[in-house]
């Protein structure tokens, strides 16, 4: 019996509440991942004291960081959106659009802008929601952070290659939801 060739699975991110929705399936999977959580203590000071007393105040955030690659050249275990001179601008623009105000435009984006999207708009909309999936981590987020290094470039000066650095903070939906403003 010969050995079977098995498919790695793919870390992915994906949009809620937005259509057409934003699907990234990671071409290669971060090497790195870092999963950070906070809380928050105040500090109690008691007289006579040698160190001050901490109360537990409230929990923080889980923060989530990484990097992928992208490739324009190569196919990869997963093919990427490309245009039609192979630039991978398509495939950046889904993480632009994780952290610009939510549009269902976004997939039509001029270049690497998403200004004239919102020509018109007076009342902008958060980011959409998302998704993050690696492995048995599946959690609510939203997307923070996206720092797009490009690396390599066509003779036009099209991105072929970047490296896409993402941070998300995880949601989780108790039902408390914040209340509007006055007058809002």
């Not at 196919?75 to 269902?104: F, H, M, S, W």
């Not at 959690?139 to 941070?167: H, M, Q, S, Y």
Request: overall charge negative; charged content about 15%.
């Amino acid at each position: 019996m010969g050995l079977q060739q098995q498919t790695a699975a793919r870390g992915t991110l994906f949009s809620l509440g937005i259509d057409p929705q934003i699907v990234i399936e990671f071409q290669y999977n971060p090497t790195e991942l870092q999963d950070k959580r906070t809380v928050t203590y105040s500090t109690i000071n008691t007289p006579g004291a040698f160190v001050p007393n901490r109360q537990y105040v409230q929990g923080g955030d889980r923060t989530i960081t990484f990097s992928v690659d992208l490739d324009g050249l190569m196919d990869g275990p997963v093919p990427i959106e490309t245009d039609n001179n192979g630039c991978i601008t398509p495939e950046l623009n889904k993480y632009r659009a994780l952290v610009n105000p939510k549009t269902g435009k976004w997939n039509v984006a001029s270049g690497s802008t998403f200004a004239d999207l919102y020509a018109g708009v007076n009342q902008f909309n958060p980011p959409p929601a998302a998704v993050f999936a690696f492995g048995d981590m599946i959690i609510d987020c939203v997307v923070t952070d996206v720092t797009i290094t490009e690396k390599l470039f066509d003779p036009n000066l099209g991105v072929l290659r970047a490296k896409v650095a993402v941070t998300l903070i995880e949601t989780v939906d108790y039902g408390n939801q914040p209340t509007q403003p006055p007058g809002a």
